[in-house]
């Protein structure tokens, strides 16, 4: 474990701040933790060093493409491989109701197209038997989707990257068009970020198809989340949505590749459109904020 190297996005706060303490706990000699601000991720970096961890620093902005080039080359130059990486980094729009093209784009290129940029100049590293966890939500299952087109393309056992590309752009310009459709979607709340996490977890699959040396990619929804994102209200605190991210990156069976999981560390059929209660409803969380207000 003290030779193993991890990568964890966006880890200066929230669940990914949680991952690095956790993988630090169990021993990983080399924890990244990332930061597009250079000042917060120092101050993370101290919280963990009195807490007598000792992760690394990396100032990392995953929607730049020279900054994560920057990074893969830090790595080679440093490591002789990366073990595990965790793609955490993530937005949503600050107005959950409300989608603009603008937010959209912004969710985007955080949510999805950072993962393609990571997949391009840092997927090379990987070691063999590495494992890559794609931090998702229930928000990302195919239940989020009602449009049967892109129901059966994104689940279709032969999928590829212009499959998904071409619903991320069928969105996004859907949005500027002001031709969104209601009845294509379970909910319109959340939308860029539903958006978002679906085509992780299309991706997710095609990555699993794709990679070589015995390398397991697998995406995750790791539950309701108290974090800056949902306004600090939620079911699980940090360090419990840091459980089951952990539980793929070091404990399951190698041979569990491409495939969804909950919270709960059990695997959920992703492409399963008749399944119950996996989509992400927004009046759970609404009521949570109004909870707080309350409080």
């Keep these: 474990m003290a030779d193993k190297v991890a990568v964890v996005t966006g880890s200066n706060k929230g669940i990914g701040f ?3 303490r ?19 991720g120092k101050e993370a970096i101290a919280i963990l060093s009195k807490e007598g961890y000792k992760p690394l620093f990396y100032q990392l902005d995953v929607t730049d493409e020279q900054s994560v080039k920057s990074f893969a080359e830090h790595l080679k130059q440093n490591h002789a491989g990366l073990d595990i990486l965790i793609n955490n980094a993530a937005i949503a729009t600050a ?23 990571i997949q391009k100049y840092i997927f090379p590293l990987l070691k063999n038997n590495a494992r890559v966890v794609n931090i998702s939500s229930n928000c990302g299952h195919i239940t989020n989707l009602k449009n049967t087109y892109w129901i059966n393309r994104l689940t279709k056992d032969d999928i590829n990257q212009e499959d998904i590309d071409a619903f991320v752009v069928w969105f996004l310009n859907s949005v500027k068009d ?32 794709e990679v070589e ?11 309701f989340v108290k974090t800056d994102m949902v306004k600090t209200v939620g079911d699980l605190t940090i360090d419990e949505a840091s459980d089951a991210p952990v539980y793929l990156a ?21 492409a399963d459109t008749n399944a119950q209660n996996l989509y992400c409803p927004y009046a759970l969380l609404e009521r949570y904020l109004e909870e707080s207000k309350e409080n």
């Design 95 to 117: 107005n959950f109701t409300e989608t603009t093209y603008e937010d959209s784009v912004q969710v985007l290129n955080a949510n999805y197209y950072s993962i393609l940029t």
């Design 250 to 270: 070091l404990d399951i069976d190698q041979s569990v590749k491409g495939k969804y999981f909950w919270f709960d560390k059990t695997e959920k059929d992703w």
């Design 213 to 223: 040396r015995d390398i397991s990619v697998n995406s995750l929804h790791p539950g």
């Design 18 to 20: 949680g991952i690095v």
């Design 178 to 209: 002001g031709t969104l459709k209601e009845e294509d979607f379970q909910e319109m709340p959340l939308l860029a970020y539903r958006i978002s996490k679906i085509a992780v977890c299309a991706l997710t699959r095609l990555q699993q198809k």
């Design 22 to 40: 956790a993988l630090c706990k169990r021993g990983i000699g080399n924890v990244y933790l990332t930061a597009r601000n250079v000042q917060r």
